[in-house]
């Protein structure tokens, strides 16, 4: 290999600076490369220290080192940054952020903060690497926030049917015939019966099966019949966020510098892109359809009407109403929704099995509303609220599985001045240790005991009939975030994972294979995922026990 020389130029000819003998150039470089990094990381740690440091093993670690840490260990590191500083900011190292850690003592302040000054939106875009992964379309405005707080929300109760509607269609496509279920045996005992198959006990992965439900469900509410059932379109609202988290998870690793260079070679960048894609191939004529039968006065049939593409286009500014920016929203929208809500569905269901205590005071909840209601197509929203076990079950598994250890994320857009007097810069990340919050005993009482019914109970005490709910934030129950940034799909998730845990846990028995327990969560960074490989058993309960539909 060629021997290195730096040299200049004189009148006698080329001068040598550095003769570095048998040292070869690849060498030379990477060691400057690598001396210059560490130097930069060491200097940034020891600047940067104003407040404690929690997840590095010394002031002078590379970052890529403490990075990696967190990518491995951020239960861990969050949780003693919590217990040692209890009442005080402290801080963790990742390769795109210092992001600094709140005590829940200045929620209020955070809730209060405008936008302006504290915005949530370019922390979820940086969290999320938006520009990586096609999200930063949420900064152009805030429309999809908008529609899901005036139209969604405020709708809730007419969408309940179509949202039923679209369960006993997924029970009929999905849990009737083979696909989605992974036993050959059924395949067999399907194509020579043609009868509903699933009376023996058969396989499934629940995170693929809740997983096609929710995206049914959703899919009805975001774009109505017979789009929703597009199977273009429920791929891209799948696969959309399981290749933005692939890409997230990934370039999490590396310095930000080398995000540009490394989207050149991820799969996943390139799927995501091709999914935002073919949504505005399916989306833009569908949209343009929908303006000219308005344009041309013809009655709009409900089904176009009442669903959130339609809700988009009703309040969208002329500016904010292009046909591909909607399309892209709506992409956007269902990473926003699908994954969050089945995840939270299949947490439940793995408690469900592995507390199965539970299962019947759920079941006998669900009998005396029908008992009251009538038969389950007959039910209101109002019917889904009055299920107050399976809403207390639902938060308690979302406490033990929540799907993300921080939340409240916020970017500081200009020094902040707290209620206590503590400034802090501009620039700076900052967010809420959700988990580690609500599993300090002060918080939740013995936080280390599953209590499928704690809020249940909490809820029976005089005042408290409306507070402790699944969707209802609080100062230190931050899964949904709090206050006027609050995650605005929660009532609408609330109600969906009701709507397809009911039919299912009515319908279906469940058991983990040969005596397994609860299959492992994985955890990359902050994100907590259930186990989607995880296989448990499925049998359909005799007809007399099933839930009376109509
Ligand atoms: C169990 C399910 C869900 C969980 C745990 C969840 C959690 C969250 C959290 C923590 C935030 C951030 C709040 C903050 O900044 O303080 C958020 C924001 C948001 N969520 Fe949810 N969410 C869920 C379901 C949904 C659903 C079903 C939708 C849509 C129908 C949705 C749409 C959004 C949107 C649009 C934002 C705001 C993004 C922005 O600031 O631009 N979420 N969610």
């Not at 940086?126 to 929300?153: A, V």
């Not at 949504?279 to 343009?288: H, T």
């Not at 005396?368 to 938060?395: C, H, I, T, Y």
Request: charged fraction near 20%; include cysteine.
């Amino acid at each position: 290999m060629a021997n290195i020389t730096f040299s200049v130029g004189t009148t006698d000819g080329v001068f040598p600076l550095f003769f570095f003998g048998t040292l070869t150039s690849p060498w030379v470089i990477a060691t400057l490369v690598g001396g210059a990094y560490m130097l930069s990381s060491a200097l940034s740690q020891v600047f940067s220290h104003k407040y404690p440091v929690f997840g590095v093993s010394s002031q002078l670690e590379p970052i890529m080192v403490s990075n990696f840490r967190f990518f491995r260990h951020a239960e861990d590191i969050l949780n003693e940054g919590y217990q040692t500083c209890k009442d005080k900011i402290f801080q963790f190292r990742r390769a795109d952020t210092d992001m600094l850690v709140l005590p829940y003592k200045y929620v209020e302040d955070i809730r209060r903060l405008p936008n302006s000054v504290a915005s949530p939106t370019v922390a979820h875009v940086h969290n999320l690497m938006g520009s990586s992964t096609n999200m930063h379309i949420i900064l152009r405005n805030n429309l999809h926030f908008r529609t899901l707080q005036l139209k969604l929300t405020p709708n809730l109760n007419s969408l309940t049917r179509p949202m039923q509607e679209e369960v006993n269609f997924a029970v009929e496509k999905e849990l009737t015939d083979s696909e989605g279920i992974c036993n050959q045996d059924v395949l067999w005992i399907v194509l020579i019966s043609n009868t509903f198959a699933i009376d023996e006990w058969v396989t499934i992965k629940p995170y693929h099966t809740i997983l096609d439900f929710v995206a049914r469900v959703s899919a009805r509410i975001f774009l109505g019949k017979p789009l929703c059932r597009n199977p273009e379109w429920l791929e891209v609202s799948t696969q959309f966020t399981e290749n933005v988290f692939v890409s997230l998870v990934f370039l999490r690793l590396f310095p930000m510098w080398t995000h540009g260079f490394l989207n050149w070679f991820m799969p996943s960048s390139y799927k995501g892109t091709a999914y935002v894609k073919k949504a505005k191939k399916l989306l833009v004529p569908e949209i343009n359809r929908r303006r000219s039968v308005e344009a041309q006065g013809h009655v709009v049939p409900d089904e176009d009407k009442h669903n959130l593409l339609s809700w988009m286009m009703e309040i969208a500014t002329p500016k904010e109403g292009e046909a591909s920016a909607l399309a892209h929203l709506e992409v956007v929208m269902s990473l926003a929704s699908i994954h969050t809500s089945q995840m939270n569905a299949v947490h439940c269901l793995y408690d469900l099995l592995a507390h199965p205590g539970y299962l019947e005071p759920i079941r006998q909840e669900i009998r005396a509303v029908v008992n009251e209601a009538g038969p389950w197509m007959n039910w209101s929203k109002a019917q889904f609220s009055k299920l107050r076990r399976l809403d207390s079950f639902m938060r308690e598994s979302q406490r033990f599985n929540p799907p993300t250890l921080l939340s409240m994320h916020r970017v500081l857009l200009q020094n902040t001045k707290l209620s206590d007097g503590t400034v802090l810069a501009k620039g700076a990340h900052i967010s809420m240790p959700v988990n580690s919050i609500q599993n300090d005993p002060e918080v939740t009482p013995e936080p280390e005991k599953f209590d499928g019914f704690r809020y249940y109970n909490l809820r029976q005490g005089e005042g408290q009939g409306h507070l402790h709910q699944f969707s209802t934030t609080q100062d230190r129950i931050l899964n949904f975030g709090h206050g006027p940034n609050a995650c605005p799909g929660r009532f609408f998730a609330s109600l969906e994972i009701k709507i397809i845990l009911v039919r299912l846990l009515m319908d279906y028995d469940f058991k983990f294979k040969h005596g397994n327990g609860r299959p492992a969560n994985l955890c990359a960074h902050e994100f907590i995922f259930p186990n989607p490989d995880a296989e448990i058993l499925m049998r359909r309960r005799p007809t007399s026990e099933r839930l009376p539909l109509y």
